[in-house]
Nanobody, 115 residues
Framework: QVQLVESGGGLVQAGGSLRLSCAVS????????MGWYRQAPGKQRELVAA???????TYANSVKGRFTISRDNAKNAGYLQMNSLKLEDTGVYYC?????????WGQGTQVTVSS
């Protein structure tokens, strides 16, 4: 079993920054990939960013150049650095981890960007 706990969400003005953290219970060993999804009110959940074991990353077009995903296996954690935040970045952000072909989800953390 893998348990994920997100933190770092909050209220921020447009143009500001937030850093989300995802604490992973147990070892990061065999966690093939980690990712961040978000769900805005009235919209479907969408992939924001993902990082695989070897380090390759992928980003939604809407966040490229503004968001950076990373992972620290020694700290059993993943991160999402979000800069130049926009109103449309508002939503609940979920951390995910894939191990043994199973995807685990955190409970989510709210990010609200105000004008």
């Amino acid at each position: 079993q893998v348990q994920l706990v997100e933190s770092g969400g909050g209220l921020v003005q447009a143009g500001g920054s937030l850093r989300l953290s995802c604490a992973v219970s147990g070892s990061m060993f065999n966690i093939n990939a980690m990712g961040w999804y978000r769900q805005a009110p009235g919209k479907q959940r969408e992939l924001v960013a993902a990082i695989s074991t070897g380090g390759p990353t992928t980003y939604a077009n809407s966040v490229k150049g503004r968001f950076t995903i990373s992972r620290d296996n020694a700290k059993n954690a993943g991160y999402l650095q979000m800069n130049s935040l926009k109103l449309e970045d508002t939503g609940v952000y979920y951390c995910t981890a894939v191990r043994d072909y199973q995807t685990y989800w955190g409970q989510g953390t709210q990010v609200t960007v105000s004008s």
